[in-house]
């Protein structure tokens, strides 16, 4: 790339993440050029994508939904949703999904019924052979693994902490038995989306928890778990998830304008990708006289951060 555009770098700017490639390459190559290299928080540049598009100058913060599947936090965590206070130079996190942990780490995303186990454990909710993710593991094999995976999930071991809402889709996905394993990326969460039913307008409890910063899932877990079990439709259940998230997102920002006095709210990261969320979540903080900031001109994905848009100006920071 540098050779074909014919450029010399003054700084490099790399993803915290540790095990990246590309992280390892820029600071090996910081390091034997004498060059800056700076460090960026993977949702934190999610955020500022979204503002660069729309010319935003950074005077002020903006109220920041990141909803994404991966990305490394300063604490070790596997982020991905979070609330953020951010502007281009940096960010507060107020709150975040409640932790939960990815047993066997990357292999939970490419099985989704791991992630639906770990939900279920966390929830205090027993793997009860009725449950679509436990009847997977019974009938294809895995039975083996279901004493190893509650070990893991006991002290974290190869199980590492995360708050994806990425994530989140796909557990609640093959907790009502959509896909307990993916072909591609996403693809649990996309049935999730599917299956919605547009006239369902209830939800399932999900709240914040100002004493620790996060918004508590479990409860929420535990109602699909009991619609699914009464014959709820899968539609209802999905649709009610949805209007959940839409309905928490609403309520931060709410509580948001009251202590920071800030109206603007950015939605970044692939989870934005779900039509149905956005449209929700987006109709809900219009109709409450939110500045909304959306992906148009570059995807909320992982596309809208690794190369530059000539839709977007330079925005000049104060150093």
Not at 18 to 27: M, V
Not at 87 to 97: F, S, V
Request: glycine letters at 8%.
């Amino acid at each position: 790339m540098q050779k074909l555009f014919r450029v010399t770098p003054e700084r490099f700017a790399y993803d915290l993440h540790p095990d990246y490639l590309a992280t390892r390459y820029i600071l090996a190559r910081a390091e034997a050029e004498g060059l800056p290299a700076i460090g960026i928080q993977h949702h934190h540049a999610h955020i500022a994508a979204c503002m660069a598009e729309h010319h935003h100058l950074g005077h002020q913060p903006v109220l920041a939904f990141a909803f994404d599947g991966t990305g490394y936090g300063p604490d070790g965590a596997i982020w991905g949703g979070e609330l953020l206070v951010a502007d281009y130079a940096g960010y507060e996190r107020p709150y975040h999904l409640d932790y939960f942990r990815l047993p066997s780490g990357d292999k939970a995303t490419r099985e989704p019924w791991r992630m639906a186990l770990s939900l279920l454990h966390q929830a205090g909710i027993s793997w009860d052979d009725d449950l679509p993710p436990v009847q997977y593991a019974h009938h294809n094999g895995r039975l083996p693994y279901l004493p190893v995976l509650a070990h893991q999930l006991q002290p974290g071991l190869n199980a590492p902490l995360s708050s994806s809402m990425g994530r989140l889709f796909d557990g609640v996905a093959a907790l009502i038995g959509l896909r307990q394993t993916v072909n591609y990326e996403a693809q649990a969460a996309m049935l999730l989306e599917a299956a919605v039913d547009k006239s369902e307008n209830g939800r399932y409890p999900l709240y914040p928890d100002p004493a620790r910063g996060v918004w508590v899932w479990q409860e929420m877990v535990a109602a699909v778990v009991a619609d699914w079990r009464a014959g709820v439709s899968l539609g209802r259940i999905a649709a009610r998830f949805h209007n959940s998230i839409a309905h928490l997102a609403l309520e931060a920002c709410v509580v948001g304008r009251h202590q920071h006095a800030l109206h603007e709210v950015a939605l970044s990261g692939g989870v934005w990708q779900n039509v149905t969320l956005l449209e929700r979540t987006a109709a809900l903080l219009t109709q409450n006289n939110f500045t909304l900031y959306l992906h148009q001109k570059t995807p909320p994905n992982d596309g809208g951060l690794y190369r530059p848009s000539g839709h977007c100006q330079q925005i000049e920071i104060g150093r």
